[in-house]
Structure formats: C-alpha cells, structure tokens
C-alpha cells in the first residue's frame, strides 16, 4: 500500500480549542489526518484516564472499508485509522454512552450532528473530547460498486485525487470525484470547528450549494410529477429501518414504527406503510437533520433520501432562518413556544400555555 498522503492544503489554520501536547510523525495517512497523531492522543486519552472509550474508525474486512471501532485498551489505539473509508456517523452512538467519559472522531459533518445532541441534552459536553477529523469527502460505495461493474475490488489505494482499484485480473483507476458521496459535494462543514484536537491539516474550503441541486428541481416539477417522484422512491424502501437506526437523532428507547399500542405503521410490502413512515419520521426531523447522509448510504435499497431530508431542510431556514448543528447557542425552532393573544387562546386550552410546540407563521418566543 503506498504511503503517499493526499496533501490538499499547505497552510495551516488555528481552529482548535486546545492541540495535543505530543510531537507529530512522519507517517501521515493518506487523507490528511495523521494517523500517528490520532493514535498517540487515543492512547495518552485513555492512559491517563481522561476518557473511557474512544469512538472512532478501524480498518474493515473488506478492501476500502472502515468500521466503527470502541477502543478501551491503550493498547489499541493503535488500530485506529481515519480515511475516505470512514463515512459512518459516530455520533450515533453518543446517546448510548450518555453519562459517560468518551472521545469520538468526527467530521464536520459528525459535529453538527455532535451540536444537535447537545442541544437535546443528549450528551454534555464536559463528558466528550472531541478529535476533529478535517475532511475532504468520504467514498460512497454503492457508486464504488457501480463503477466496477459490481466487482468488488481485492484491493485499493488512494494516490493523489486517483482511486487505484485491484480487480480480479486487472487494474482500474478513478477519479476520487466519481465515487465521493453525493452529499459531499454540497457540504461547507469539512473542518470541525469545535474539536479539542484538530488533527491534520484542514481541507480547503469553496463556495458550495446550500442543498442538492435536485431539490430546486423537484421545487420546479408539476404536482403530478413530484407525486409519481415520491411514489417510486417509497415504493423501493423495504422498511429495515436501516435509515433511523443510523440516524444520530433518532435516539427514542421506542419508535413509532416500533410500538405496538397504538400501532402507527404496518410493516408490509404496501408502499403506503413505506410513505407513513419516512412522512412522521420527517416531522420528526424537522429543524434537527444536519444532511450528514447516513440514511442515505446505510439504505439498501437506493432511495433517494437525500432529496427530501434536504428539501426539508430548506424549507427550515426559509421560514426559521436556521441550520441544524450550526451554532451551538442557537436554539432549534420547533421547541420554541407560542405567545399570540387570541389565536393562540383558540388554538391551544392546555394549561401549560407558555410553553407548546411552535406553528409556522406564529410568532415565537423562547422560555427563560
């Protein structure tokens, strides 16, 4: 395996809270973070007590693939890793390690979701070290797949912005922008800016669209149209729920599509239960989705999540003027309250009258 780096910025910004007090190695990995540095901070982390666990990324069984790696044991720290292969959200698993001393490697794309729990108390901040992964985009391996034909590849590497692919009796080379996720190309969080250790040099940063380009089509489309669109894409989802177990804000001890009494969502084949479920898990949703992708690339089946977490988005800031997990000050829309004389009276007689669920179109306060 070449040990050659993916060197995509030259100067270095300050954007961390606090850096880590060890010297830095050669050794670097490819995709800019350095791999000795994380490992010697992983291991000082736990020698010295500091945290319990660290959540990151360790290398798969398979050629180009990562998994989500708890480490407990100095000793292996070591196997920790961080590359276009490591696409999971980790902070998926903050709400399970709630009360506990943690650090966890994220993306920029992983704070946000980071920032979400911690305005839902699902975490605090005191209890997580946060080691700050710049990055450039993750590899998206359904379009992996697809590029080679559906073989999958006995070995790869990363050289420069090439992706070197062994095949069974041949040798296939691709650009890095081919088989990037989608989602990366739209994403202006590439460098954590609220990590305790930033490790690695940060990835330069351009202008990009806010969302996918498709949701400004679909806005486009005829009524008709954006039906038969939905429609086709719910009719794929087979209902494994792989979308909200990878999600790190659907953290619930028992989902809707889970309970029983009452039962919300049947689990047949008719694309009916298949529309229910994605339609309340978007209200959900609303005001909380940071567009991380996980949904997206955990799906099997190919739906086009994507489209609708990210018209749902944008639907947000218009009317809120707010991104999920872009300021941590910030206090999400849809658990402000509602304070309109009259209508108000009209809408809602609960007694607890300061403090309800806000409306669009209603002016909104926040409880002290």
């Given at each position: 395996m070449s040990r050659r780096r993916w060197r995509l910025c030259r100067r270095r910004q300050r954007l961390v809270v606090r850096r880590a007090a060890v010297p830095p190695e050669a050794g670097r990995s490819r995709f800019g973070m350095e791999r000795t540095e994380l490992n010697k901070i992983a291991r000082h982390l736990l020698e010295t007590g500091r945290v319990e666990v660290v959540v990151g990324y360790r290398r798969g069984t398979e050629p180009l693939t990562a998994t989500p790696a708890f480490v407990r044991d100095p000793e292996q720290a070591a196997t920790l890793i961080f590359d276009a292969t490591c696409g999971t959200n980790l902070a998926t698993y903050l709400p399970r390690l709630k009360g506990r001393k943690v650090a966890v490697v994220v993306k920029g794309c992983d704070e946000r979701s980071v920032i979400?729990?911690?305005?839902?108390?699902?975490?605090?901040?005191?209890?997580?070290v946060l080691l700050g992964a710049p990055c450039p985009g993750v590899l998206d391996r359904k379009r992996l797949l697809q590029a080679t034909g559906g073989?999958?590849?006995?070995?790869?590497?990363?050289?420069?912005?090439?992706?070197?692919?062994?095949?069974p009796g041949a040798e296939l080379r691709l650009r890095l922008a081919e088989v990037m996720d989608v989602g990366c190309r739209v994403c202006a969080w590439r460098n954590p800016r609220l990590a305790d250790y930033l490790i690695g040099d940060p990835v330069p940063t351009e202008e990009r669209?806010?969302?996918?380009?498709?949701?400004?089509?679909?806005?486009?489309?005829?009524?008709?149209t954006r039906w038969e669109r939905f429609r086709q894409e719910m009719s794929k989802c087979i209902l494994c729920f792989a979308c909200r177990n990878l999600c790190p804000a659907c953290y619930c001890t028992e989902c809707f599509a889970d309970s029983s009494n009452p039962k919300w969502v049947g689990h047949t084949d008719d694309p009916a239960d298949a529309m229910l479920f994605h339609l309340i898990r978007w209200t959900h949703l609303a005001g909380r989705c940071t567009g991380c992708?996980?949904?997206?690339?955990?799906?099997?089946?190919?739906?086009?999540?994507?489209?609708?977490?990210?018209?749902?988005?944008?639907?947000?800031?218009t009317a809120f003027q707010f991104e999920a997990?872009?300021?941590?000050?910030?206090?999400?829309?849809?658990?402000?309250?509602?304070?309109?004389?009259?209508?108000f009276e009209l809408l809602f007689t609960v007694a607890a009258r300061d403090a309800v669920p806000l409306v669009d179109g209603w002016k909104k306060t926040f409880p002290e």
């Amino acid at each position: 395996m070449s040990r050659r780096r993916w060197r995509l910025c030259r100067r270095r910004q300050r954007l961390v809270v606090r850096r880590a007090a060890v010297p830095p190695e050669a050794g670097r990995s490819r995709f800019g973070m350095e791999r000795t540095e994380l490992n010697k901070i992983a291991r000082h982390l736990l020698e010295t007590g500091r945290v319990e666990v660290v959540v990151g990324y360790r290398r798969g069984t398979e050629p180009l693939t990562a998994t989500p790696a708890f480490v407990r044991d100095p000793e292996q720290a070591a196997t920790l890793i961080f590359d276009a292969t490591c696409g999971t959200n980790l902070a998926t698993y903050l709400p399970r390690l709630k009360g506990r001393k943690v650090a966890v490697v994220v993306k920029g794309c992983d704070e946000r979701s980071v920032i979400g729990l911690l305005q839902e108390q699902q975490a605090q901040r005191e209890d997580l070290v946060l080691l700050g992964a710049p990055c450039p985009g993750v590899l998206d391996r359904k379009r992996l797949l697809q590029a080679t034909g559906g073989q999958s590849p006995v070995d790869g590497r990363i050289d420069a912005e090439e992706l070197v692919l062994r095949l069974p009796g041949a040798e296939l080379r691709l650009r890095l922008a081919e088989v990037m996720d989608v989602g990366c190309r739209v994403c202006a969080w590439r460098n954590p800016r609220l990590a305790d250790y930033l490790i690695g040099d940060p990835v330069p940063t351009e202008e990009r669209p806010d969302f996918d380009p498709e949701v400004a089509e679909l806005e486009q489309a005829t009524a008709e149209t954006r039906w038969e669109r939905f429609r086709q894409e719910m009719s794929k989802c087979i209902l494994c729920f792989a979308c909200r177990n990878l999600c790190p804000a659907c953290y619930c001890t028992e989902c809707f599509a889970d309970s029983s009494n009452p039962k919300w969502v049947g689990h047949t084949d008719d694309p009916a239960d298949a529309m229910l479920f994605h339609l309340i898990r978007w209200t959900h949703l609303a005001g909380r989705c940071t567009g991380c992708g996980a949904c997206v690339r955990g799906c099997p089946m190919g739906v086009n999540l994507r489209l609708y977490n990210d018209k749902l988005r944008k639907e947000v800031k218009t009317a809120f003027q707010f991104e999920a997990g872009v300021d941590p000050a910030a206090k999400p829309p849809l658990v402000a309250a509602l304070t309109d004389g009259e209508d108000f009276e009209l809408l809602f007689t609960v007694a607890a009258r300061d403090a309800v669920p806000l409306v669009d179109g209603w002016k909104k306060t926040f409880p002290e």
